[in-house]
């Protein structure tokens, strides 16, 4: 083989993305590439102030659709806050807990513990092995040793499987737990309805300011994406694209996530299939992957049935007109997508208190309506997803 030859075979440069980290779903970009939440950022900040007086800041409750820049804006603000701090001599420390992925108490403290610690204390963290009450004890005494205020980031904090540990952070304070540092936490959540499951003391002094972040329109969305086209090659990006992208990922609702997601996919698309451009018809279809890898991420962890009911939901959607069903129909369905999967149907009311679990999950919408005196009053059920979607993801996983 010649050298020529060799050359062509593997090439040097991404002729499509010039820095495609910019696009990378943990990128967190600087100040001057966030678009359009200079209101929700000093809100925080404000909240947030008495801290680089070493003073207790305020615990916030952050709420908004998916992809409203919640989980962003908190990070920044608290990063900044850190930053500031330093220069005025105090010490301000951050934890950021995926409560996700952290659901049980134990595992939240872990976190918080492990990353707060410093090499300078004498307390080790382990990963496992000990009690939840002593990593408590260690927590307490590395946030006194170390720092004069601590800010716990609590992200998707509906993921929890209870209250204990909002419990413990709120009062940490008042039962004396802590003697030198304050503690502020920030929770995060895109379920409007988590609050009315939250115990009366930790509410009051969990949720000492709320803030809602609105979906963006189309136009911000398009900033958003501007502001990081530079992740892409010079000329690459044909001009209708980011447009495009735009107005697509500002149809259902402004979700920032689905329009870089848009944006990336279309770039990758473009790259397998050796374009030199990315053009608007690869935009297209990176949303329909968008799509299903949200909805995907949506039901995570949902159960085999809990999905044969979602999918019964969403046949009836394709077949009819309208779009709100009785537990009665959504039910027959179900059965029918069991006998397809060979597995046993549950009860009608297993089915109900499935499709209740989907609702709290924001992916139907189930409402009362009153039958008459004859009928008496049933729920209906509507899907909030594109039922295409719902079937082509539930479906391929089978
Ligand atoms: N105002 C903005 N300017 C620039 N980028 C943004 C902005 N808002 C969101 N993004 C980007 O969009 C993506 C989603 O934002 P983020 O993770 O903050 O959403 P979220 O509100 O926390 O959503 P979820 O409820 O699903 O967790 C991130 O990649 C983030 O960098
Ligand atoms: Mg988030």
Same mark, same amino acid.
């Given at each position: ?5 060799? #050359? ?77 701090? #330093?220069?005025?001599?105090?010490? *301000? ?29 004498? *307390? ?275």
């Amino acid at each position: 083989m010649s050298d020529a030859d060799s #050359d062509e075979l593997f090439s040097r440069e991404d002729p499509i993305f010039a820095k495609k980290e910019l696009l990378e779903i943990n990128h967190l970009p600087d100040h001057g590439r966030i678009v359009g939440r200079d209101d929700e950022i000093s809100a925080l900040a404000n909240a947030l102030n008495p801290a680089l007086f070493n003073q207790s800041p305020s615990n916030v409750l952050l709420y908004g659709k998916t992809g409203t820049g919640k989980s962003l804006c908190a990070k920044h603000v608290s990063r900044r806050l850190v930053d500031e701090a #330093d220069e005025e001599g105090v010490a *301000v420390g951050v934890a950021y807990v995926d409560c996700a992925q952290d659901s049980t108490e134990t595992q939240a403290v872990q976190t918080i513990a492990s990353t707060t610690n410093t090499p300078e204390t004498d *307390v080790s963290i382990p990963d496992k092995g000990i009690s939840t009450s002593t990593y408590y004890k260690r927590l307490w005494r590395i946030l006194d040793e170390e720092y004069d205020v601590v800010i716990v980031i609590l992200d998707e904090i509906d993921k929890l499987e209870n209250d204990d540990i909002l419990m413990q952070l709120s009062r940490a304070g008042e039962a004396g737990k802590l003697e030198r540092c304050k503690l502020g936490v920030i929770g995060i959540s895109n379920k409007i309805k988590y609050k009315d499951r939250m115990d009366e003391r930790v509410k009051s002094s969990l949720c000492e300011r709320e803030f809602v972040f609105p979906p963006y329109d189309a136009n911000q969305l398009r900033s958003i994406m501007d502001a990081r086209s530079d992740a892409f090659r010079e000329g690459v990006l044909e001009p209708g694209t980011i447009p495009l992208a735009a107005a697509q990922a500002a149809q259902e609702h402004g979700d920032a996530r689905k329009a870089i997601d848009i944006l990336r996919y279309a770039g990758e698309l473009a790259q397998a299939e050796n374009a030199e451009t990315v053009r608007e018809e690869y935009v297209k279809k990176a949303r329909e992957r968008a799509e299903n890898d949200r909805f995907r991420e949506l039901i995570r962890g949902a159960t085999p049935h809990s999905k044969y009911a979602l999918q019964a939901l969403a046949i009836l959607s394709m077949d009819n007109s309208e779009d709100a069903f009785r537990t009665s129909r959504v039910y027959e369905v179900y059965e029918q997508v069991c006998r397809q999967m060979d597995s046993d149907p549950l009860s009608t009311r297993r089915v109900r208190d499935l499709l209740r679990e989907q609702a709290f999950l924001d992916v139907i919408e189930q409402t009362r309506q009153s039958g008459g005196s004859a009928e008496g009053s049933y729920t209906e059920h509507r899907l909030l997803e594109d039922p295409q979607v719902v079937k082509n993801v539930l479906v391929s996983e089978g």
